[in-house]
């Protein structure tokens, strides 16, 4: 189990695209525009999982990359729109993203969680996640957690920044 920034991007209106200026066109505009969005998430250290159409889905270990490349996508797609190189003309794109625990199902152990193990990722765990007798995992887990993660976005280190993990529980 690892945690994962999952970052997804759609070309707004593509329906419109295929319209207004036919298949052969409008598929190529797509094709160009998620060329684009491959080359952001490739320069920000992440992973294409999938491309279908208009849409393009990818992975990211490091969530404060996946947040960058998600702006990223949007000023790309502006400056090729800007460039001329979508025979369509300007396109714009709806990006969304999810960071959570995520089960790799290639683990030996087939990805199971065994009843003892602790769920997150340590440096951006609330103290009561990591020591129960601090306080209740509650809401207030999830605030923290969030304030880490802009912390990491605005700052691309950790607050709490240790070498190893028996450090991050100290």
Known sequence: TRALLVLYADISGSTR?????????????????I??????????GGRVVKTIGDEILSVFHDPARGVM?????????KQASE???FATGELRIKVGMHFGLARDEQASDGGLTRSTEQLGTPSFMAPEQIEPQLGVVDRRTDVYQL????Y???TLRLPFDVPTREGMYR
């Open 35 to 44: 060329g684009v969005l491959e080359a952001v998430v490739a320069r920000h």
């Open 69 to 77: 490349a998600g702006t990223d996508m949007q000023g790309a797609v």
């Open 152 to 154: 990491r976005c605005l």
């Open 147 to 150: 304030g880490v993660t802009a």
């Open 17 to 33: 695209l295929f319209e207004e200026f036919g298949d052969t066109v409008a598929r190529d505009a797509c094709a160009a525009c």
């Open 83 to 85: 460039e001329g190189r």
